[in-house]
């Protein structure tokens, strides 16, 4: 199991930038696909970015072309470079690990056995 902790996360104005940050800690070893999930008030949580452990990465329609997802093996940690930030774009963020036979941005949530707290995102237009 691992633990992710996040960071990074503010109130920024349309059009603006954020880089979310996810520290893992415990045996990294144990999963192989890691993503973004975000969930704004009165909605569901909805899958942002994954990135597998070759980095191979997926994004949804939502910010493809606007966010960025990325790791860092020697610094155990996982990023989302957010551009061109959209008001819609307000949410709680979190970052989730899991070991999978096939890492994709459509994977059930329920895959990612370990979640960290969320960092909150607002974005005013």
């Known amino acids: 199991q691992v633990q992710p902790v996040e960071s990074g996360g503010g109130s920024v104005q349309a059009g603006g930038s954020l880089r979310l940050s996810c520290a893992v800690s415990g045996n990294i070893y144990s999963t192989n696909c890691m993503g973004w999930f975000r969930q704004a008030p009165g909605k569901e949580r909805e899958a942002v970015a994954v990135?597998?452990?070759?980095?191979?990465?997926w994004y949804a329609d939502s910010v493809k072309g606007r966010f960025t997802i990325s790791q860092d093996n020697a610094k155990n940690t996982l990023y989302l470079q957010m551009n061109s930030l959209k008001p819609e774009d307000t949410a709680m963020y979190y970052c989730?690990?899991?070991?999978?036979?096939?890492?994709?941005?459509?994977?059930?949530?329920?895959?990612?056995?370990?979640w960290g707290q969320g960092t909150q995102v607002t974005v005013s237009s």
């Open positions: 990135s597998d452990s070759r980095r191979s990465t």
């Open positions: 989730a690990a899991g070991l999978v036979s096939y890492c994709t941005i459509s994977l059930p949530q329920g895959y990612f056995r370990s």
